[in-house]
């Protein structure tokens, strides 16, 4: 069963925004710290931005660091990623994740750890 459903991707111009966003359903991830990363064709998985549990710490990866905004809205269980100065290098599939131990640091930045994903959205950014 899938409990995290990405939603926003699509095909965007260079330079241009989308914003993602990842829902809960059928249980509840308020609690838990959150992740997005994203993996490329043919290329491992990466980390790109990541929230605590309460909001008030985030990580970023440094290819998307001033570009990309996490945020969370625990009243809807959603987290959201605002992508900003698009490059076609941002194009991947975007997964959210989520953390049960609701971890803070650079824990965060590892795939290890994030029992919960979704399936993915795809982004596409074309020059």
């Known amino acids: 069963q899938v409990y995290l459903v990405e939603s926003g991707g699509g095909l965007v111009q260079a330079g241009g925004s989308l914003r993602l966003s990842c829902a809960a359903s059928g249980r509840t991830f308020v609690n838990y710290s959150k992740g997005w990363f994203r993996q490329a064709a043919g290329k491992e998985r990466e980390f790109v931005a990541a929230?605590?549990?309460?909001?008030?710490?985030?990580y970023y990866g440094n290819s998307v660091k001033g570009r990309f905004t996490i945020s969370r809205d625990n009243t809807k269980d959603t987290v959201d990623l605002q992508m900003n100065t698009l490059k076609p290098e941002d194009t991947a599939v975007y997964y959210c994740?989520?953390?049960?131990?609701?971890?803070?640091?650079?824990?965060?930045?590892?795939?290890?750890?994030?029992?919960?994903w979704g399936q993915g959205t795809q982004v596409t950014v074309s020059s």
């Open positions: 994740a989520a953390d049960p131990d609701a971890r803070a640091g650079n824990w965060l930045r590892g795939i290890v750890g994030y029992d919960y």
């Open positions: 929230i605590t549990a309460n909001g008030d710490s985030t």
